[in-house]
């Protein structure tokens, strides 16, 4: 079952979580293929330094719509 970031919520689990694993890796090995997706019949490889680009820019733009929409709201 998934449960919902409380800080309340105690965790048994001692690995970092994924998120942070990236952007370990993205630091020590950027350059290093770390996916192979097939994208309009070809292999397309992403590399750490790649996807922790692409998660933090996708995790910006959140923050930045979550902020425009709590103004609009008030």
């Known amino acids: 079952m998934i449960l ?4 309340t919520t105690t965790s048994s689990c001692t690995l ?3 998120n942070e694993m990236i952007l ?3 630091h020590e090995k950027p350059n290093e293929v ?4 097939i994208i ?7 590399t750490y330094a ?3 680009d692409k998660a933090l ?9 979550e902020c425009s929409l709590v103004i609009k709201s008030h």
Not at 4 to 7: D, H, K, L, W
Not at 34 to 37: A, R, S, V
Not at 40 to 46: A, G, K, M
Not at 57 to 65: P, Q
């Open 50 to 52: 790649d996807v922790a």
């Open 16 to 18: 970092p979580p994924p």
């Open 34 to 37: 770390y996916l192979k997706q």
């Open 24 to 26: 370990k890796w993205a």
């Open 4 to 7: 919902p970031n409380n800080e």
């Open 57 to 65: 820019r996708l995790v910006s733009a959140l923050r930045a719509l």
């Open 40 to 46: 309009n019949r070809e292999f397309v490889e992403f």
